[in-house]
């Protein structure tokens, strides 16, 4: 039973100086900038220094997203982080956050959507403070895919970049707030977006490290098709949810994998260019750190005003794939 609305009330982004360029990849694998851009539309992406991991990177945006919704870390009461790339197994890079910002009073804890996680980890959190049983709930999504690319593989390693993403879920006035979230999983798809070892299946070994199976393996073409289907049935479900269509939608944040699949789903929805945030040029894909990443830039570049219908939708692994429709209440 919803006793309280949830909404957005800060943001924050993150991403490391250090950027690889297409023509820096064109030294390393058999590719070139023509081929990275009419095929993906990245320039350039973000990669973390060694002394970096996700939870250096989820900190700093997190401090952002605390600022700019002018609240302290010991008002917080749960961390969510969503990633698929934590510092380690375990300890969750929720808690290793919480111990960063010092958010003392938190609960802490990991969510596994790949791209999807962010949508994943807010729907959660509304959850939480709709009921009343939390009221501030920091939602963070941190990628360090640099770690998990083979440099080897031209399909793979010319598409994904370092980030993160973070924002501060509250109460809000009722007349705004997340309207409506809609999850989605198929887990038929596993094998077309994974990285096989590493886990209680094939723990690291020699053989696995030889056959590079602590690498992102990828069904490009296959999740292509998959992710135009599903990006704009996704982003219609969540307006039809919130009691809108397509044509309520004032603002779309897309998640960042290809600009042929967020410009084919944009014709679908009938969304202008003007409505989208596209960064994906400068980023790559930062997995489930795209979406909050292009959601602050979009918040703080004042394309974003309060009372607009803004819509979230991401689609990755597992497969999986997520959309929320947010009367911006900020
Ligand atoms: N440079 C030059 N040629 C390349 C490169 C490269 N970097 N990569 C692939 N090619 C070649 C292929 O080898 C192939 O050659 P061939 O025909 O001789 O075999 C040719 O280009 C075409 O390959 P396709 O895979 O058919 O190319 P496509 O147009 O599908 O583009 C791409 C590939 C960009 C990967 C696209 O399929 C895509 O974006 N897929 C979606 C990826 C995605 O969204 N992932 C998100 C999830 S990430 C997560 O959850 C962690």
Redesign the pocket.
């Known amino acids: 039973m919803e006793l309280f609305k949830a909404g957005i009330i800060g943001t924050g982004s993150f991403v490391p100086d250090k950027l690889i360029t297409n023509k820096d990849l064109e030294k390393i694998?058999?590719?070139?900038d023509e081929?990275?851009t009419t095929?993906?539309g990245i320039k350039e992406r973000r990669i973390a220094d060694k002394a970096i991991a996700s939870s250096d990177m989820g900190t700093n945006a997190s401090l952002k997203a605390l600022k700019a919704a002018g609240i302290g870390a010991e008002e917080i009461d749960l961390i969510i982080v969503a990633t698929?790339t934590p510092d380690m197994n375990f300890p969750s890079t929720a808690c290793i956050i919480q111990n960063n910002i010092k958010a003392t009073r938190a609960a802490a804890f990991d969510v596994e959507a790949?791209?999807s996680g962010f949508i994943y980890a807010l729907a959660i959190a509304e959850q939480f403070v709709a009921t009343g049983f939390y009221k501030n709930v920091l939602v963070v999504a941190s990628e360090c895919l640099s770690r998990f690319v083979n440099w080897k593989d031209?399909?793979t390693c010319?598409?994904f970049g370092d980030g993160a993403g973070a924002v501060v879920i509250s109460r809000v006035d009722k007349k705004y707030g997340i309207l409506s979230c809609h999850l989605g999983a198929d887990g038929s798809g596993k094998d077309l977006?994974s990285l096989k070892a590493g886990g209680s299946r094939q723990p690291a070994s020699l053989e696995t490290i030889e056959k590079n199976l602590h690498s992102?393996h990828?069904e490009?073409?296959e999740?292509?098709k998959f992710?135009v289907k599903i990006m704009a049935a996704a982003a219609n479900e969540a307006a039809k949810l919130a009691g809108l269509t397509s044509q309520d939608i004032d603002y779309l944040v897309p998640h960042q994998?290809?600009i042929r699949?967020i410009e084919a789903s944009a014709k679908r929805l009938g969304i202008d260019k003007e409505k989208l945030w596209i960064n994906l040029d400068k980023y790559g894909?930062m997995?489930a750190a795209s979406i909050p990443v292009a959601l602050d830039e979009a918040v703080r570049a004042g394309q974003i005003k309060k009372g607009d219908h803004v819509c979230l939708v991401g689609f990755?692994?597992g497969l999986t794939w997520a959309s929320t429709m947010i009367r911006w209440a900020i």
């Not at 694998?29 to 070139?32: G, L």
């Open positions: 694998v058999d590719t070139s081929w990275i095929r993906t698929v790949a791209c031209r399909n010319i598409l977006l992102i990828m490009g073409s999740v292509f992710a994998a290809n699949i894909n997995s990755g692994g």
